[in-house]
C-alpha cells in the first residue's frame, strides 16, 4: 500500500536518483520536480532518467524570470550582501524553488515534499523553512537527517553499491573535487579540496568568470539603466547595442562580466547552523548591477532615507541567508526597502576592467545633486556664514561633555589622552 504521494526536488544526480529510488522502495509514489534557474543541466536527460527510474510524473519548470525578476533585482534593490563579501546567489535561488515546489504538491494533492540537502548545509534549514511557511500542513522528508536512511548510507561508496544494485546509472570517471551550486546569478564551490582555507584555489576551478590571462587589456563601459531601484535597460557603450528585458540584460552583464573576471570571491562564511565553511564563488552579472545601484541610489536617494535603509540591508541579507525569505520579517523589510527605491531613477556608466567595476558617471531625472549648491565658486546659492552657526549648534554636546569630564576630575581626562608607541628599547629588543 502506497504511503503517499511526495514531490521530489530532483537534480539526475548520484544523490537525488538514489533517494528517488530508495522512496520508491520505501512506499512512495514519487513525482520528480526538476526547477530550471538557470544552471548548466541537460534537463531532457534528467526527466528521462527520472521516469526510467520508475517516477510516476516529471515536472521540469523554467523558473529563471521568475528567479531573476522577484528574487535578484530584490536583492539588488536591497544592496543585499552577506558578511559583506557573500551576494546569496543559492540563498535566493532556494526560496524561488522551494515556492514552485509546494505549488506542484498543491496540484498533485500530495502530502510530502523531499530534497536531498544535507544534514550540515544551510540548504535544509532553507527549504524547510520556506516549505513550513508556505504550507504549514507539508510533511518535509529529508533523508539525510533520516537515521534509518543514514545507517544504510555511510559515505559515497554505499549510494554507488544502491544504484549498482537498483539499476541506477552510475557517473563515470572521477568524482569532482569539490561541491557545485549552478544558477543564472552565481555558482558556489565548496567542500573537498576547498576544506583547508589556507590553500588558494586553483584558476581551473572557475566557470563563469575566464582565465586570468585572458582578461582583456582594454576595459568596457557599460550604462545601466534604472527605473524605482530596478534595471530595467543596459546599453554597451562600444558597439551601441541594448538590451532592455530582464533576461536580455543580466544574460548580457554576465558575459560581460565573464569576460572581464568580474564576481570572484573566496572566503569563510558563517552557516546558520554554527559551523563555519570555506566557499570560492562567481557573481559576475550581480556584482555590476551592485555597483551601478549604489551609485544612483549616492545621486537620488534622500540622506536619511539611505541611513534607515542601510541599516535594514545587513538584516535582509541574514534573513535571505538563513531561509526566511517568506517571514513576516521579510515582508516587512521588503516593503520598506520597495518604498526606498521609490524614484530611484536613471542611469550609471561602470566600467569594467580586470576583475573589477567601477562607476564613472550617472544622471538621474530625480537627482537630488545641485551643482550651483555643491559648486566650490559659487556663493550665491549658500552663504558660507551660515557654516559657522550650524557648526557652533552641533558643538553644543561635544562641549558639554568636555565640561562634565573636566568637573569629574583629571583622572578620567588622562584616560582620554593617546597612548604613547614604546620604543624598541622599552620593549626591550633593537630596532631592525
Known sequence: MSKGKVILAYSGGLDTSVILKYLQNEGYEVICFCANVGQDEDFEAAKQKAL????????????????????????????????????????????????RQIEVAHLEQAAYVAHGATAKGNDQVRF?????????????????????????????????KYARENGIPVPSGPKPPYSMDDNMMHISYESGELEDPSVPADESIYTKTGPMDKWPDRPQVVRIH??????????????????????ALFEFLTQVGRK???????????????????????????????????????????????????????????????GFWFSPEMD????????????????????????????????????????????????????????????????????????ILEKVGTDRLADLKPTPTPTYAALGTTDP
Open 52 to 99: 526510467a527510474l520508475g517516477a510516476s510524473k516529471v515536472y521540469v519548470e523554467d523558473l529563471r524570470e521568475d528567479f531573476l525578476v522577484n528574487y535578484i533585482f530584490t536583492a539588488v534593490k536591497a544592496n543585499a550582501i552577506y558578511e559583506s563579501r557573500y551576494l546569496l546567489g543559492t540563498s535566493l535561488a532556494r526560496p524561488c524553488i522551494a515556492k
Open 128 to 160: 524547510g523553512l520556506c516549505y513550513y511557511a508556505l504550507d504549514p500542513n507539508i510533511q518535509e522528508i529529508a533523508p539525510w537527517r533520516d537515521p534509518a536512511f543514514l545507517a544504510r548510507f555511510k559515505g559515497r561508496q554505499d549510494l554507488l
Open 226 to 247: 534604472f527605473k524605482d531601484g530596478v534595471p530595467i535597460k543596459v546599453e554597451d557603450a562600444a558597439t551601441g547595442s541594448v538590451y532592455d528585458s530582464p533576461m
Open 260 to 322: 572581464h573576471g568580474i564576481g570572484r570571491i573566496d572566503i569563510v562564511e558563517d552557516r546558520f547552523i554554527g559551523l563555519k565553511s570555506r566557499g570560492v564563488y562567481e557573481t559576475p552579472a550581480v556584482t555590476i548591477l551592485r555597483c551601478a545601484h549604489i551609485d544612483i541610489e549616492g545621486i537620488a536617494m534622500d540622506r536619511e532615507v539611505m541611513r534607515l535603509r542601510d541599516m535594514l540591508s545587513p538584516e535582509f541579507s541574514k534573513l535571505a541567508y538563513n
Open 332 to 403: 516587512f523589510l521588503v516593503s520598506a526597502i520597495n518604498k526606498s527605491q521609490e524614484l530611484i531613477d536613471g542611469w550609471v556608466d561602470v566600467q569594467c576592467f580586470k576583475g573589477s567595476c567601477l562607476a564613472i558617471a550617472r544622471q538621474s531625472p530625480t537627482s537630488l545633486y545641485d551643482e550651483r549648491l555643491a559648486s566650490m565658486n559659487e556663493v550665491d546659492a549658500f552663504t558660507p556664514s551660515d557654516a559657522g552657526g550650524f557648526i557652533r549648534i552641533n558643538a553644543i554636546r561635544l562641549k558639554a561633555h568636555r565640561r
